[in-house]
């Protein structure tokens, strides 16, 4: 199925796989990616890293930097590859996501988030979405998020795998109960190869759409926050199995 310039097959599967397309109500403030990535704004364009950590901190009343940019960029990375994985899987094809095509405004929450300004068909295989969301994105972000924040490395590995495995396992969701046993299958060849991939490989312990990994995202400092499902801790660090279990 050839990708159409809406991407409407995306709707269904509910806000963060849709991406819309064209410009956004931001219009011209919010910057391209790339240019977030470089730090590289001009004229009204928005420092929109710095404004999605800020929003993340005033949500979750969260005051760490460094917990903020973890969570802000585990949040931009599931909607990237919801949105790449779900075309692979639908349409066999994926849209070009080069950072300098997709806009983001730091303060809206998908789908309103992301606009792509023109949809460029390119192939659906593993490779193709590991170029278009791994290295084009994600390697970059997490550079500027380990160099402002000081956010490890190994923590924002571990971030992308897991909102890979969470748009996958969703994606699985969705395909099964809609007898899209083509869409499962697709999706979860893909998300093996990627999970290869060495950026992501040892990351984390993977059975079927379950994935447990090797490292934590911070979500436990958040207050009231606890440890996420597939965390590496069983419960947040620092506290006693009893006081976990009240």
Same mark, same amino acid.
């Given at each position: 199925?050839?990708?159409?310039?809406?991407?409407?097959?995306?709707?269904?599967?509910?806000?963060? $796989?849709?991406?819309?397309?064209?410009?956004?109500?931001?219009?011209?403030?919010?910057?391209?990616?790339?240019?977030?990535?470089?730090?590289?704004?001009?004229?009204? @364009?928005?420092?929109?890293?710095?404004?999605?950590?800020?929003?993340?901190?005033?949500?979750?009343?969260?005051?760490?930097?460094?917990?903020?940019?973890?969570?802000?960029?585990?949040?931009?990375?599931?909607?990237?590859?919801?949105?790449?994985?779900?075309?692979?899987?639908?349409?066999?094809?994926?849209?070009?996501?080069?950072?300098?095509?997709?806009?983001?405004?730091?303060?809206?929450?998908?789908?309103?988030?992301?606009?792509?300004?023109?949809?460029?068909?390119?192939?659906?295989?593993?490779?193709?979405?590991?170029?278009?969301?791994?290295?084009?994105?994600? @390697?970059?972000?997490?550079?500027?998020?380990?160099?402002?924040?000081?956010?490890?490395?190994?923590?924002?590995?571990?971030?992308?795998?897991?909102?890979?495995?969470?748009? +996958?396992?969703?994606?699985?969701?969705?395909?099964?109960?809609?007898?899209? +046993?083509?869409?499962?299958?697709?999706?979860?060849?893909?998300?093996?190869?990627? $999970?290869?991939?060495?950026?992501?490989?040892?990351?984390?312990?993977?059975?079927?759409?379950? $994935?447990?990994?090797?490292?934590?995202?911070?979500?436990?400092?958040?207050?009231?926050?606890?440890?996420?499902?597939?965390?590496? $801790?069983?419960?947040?660090?620092?506290?006693?199995?009893?006081?976990?279990?009240?």
């Amino acid at each position: 199925m050839e990708l159409d310039p809406g991407l409407t097959a995306l709707r269904p599967l509910g806000g963060f $796989f849709v991406l819309r397309t064209g410009v956004g109500p931001a219009g011209p403030t919010a910057p391209p990616l790339d240019r977030t990535y470089a730090g590289e704004l001009t004229g009204v @364009q928005t420092d929109a890293l710095a404004d999605r950590i800020g929003v993340v901190a005033d949500r979750l009343r969260v005051r760490e930097p460094r917990v903020c940019a973890s969570l802000a960029q585990q949040g931009l990375a599931a909607r990237l590859w919801s949105a790449a994985l779900g075309c692979a899987a639908l349409y066999g094809r994926v849209p070009d996501l080069a950072p300098r095509l997709l806009r983001w405004d730091a303060a809206a929450t998908a789908p309103d988030d992301l606009w792509l300004a023109e949809v460029r068909p390119l192939p659906g295989d593993a490779d193709t979405l590991a170029d278009t969301v791994l290295h084009s994105h994600l @390697q970059p972000l997490g550079q500027a998020l380990t160099r402002r924040y000081g956010v490890a490395p190994g923590l924002l590995r571990g971030n992308a795998a897991s909102a890979l495995a969470g748009a +996958a396992r969703q994606l699985d969701h969705w395909a099964r109960g809609n007898a899209r +046993a083509d869409v499962a299958e697709r999706a979860a060849a893909l998300t093996d190869s990627l $999970f290869a991939h060495p950026l992501l490989s040892g990351t984390g312990a993977r059975s079927g759409t379950r $994935f447990r990994r090797r490292s934590c995202c911070l979500y436990y400092r958040v207050p009231g926050g606890g440890v996420c499902g597939d965390c590496c $801790f069983t419960r947040p660090p620092g506290s006693s199995p009893r006081a976990a279990s009240e």
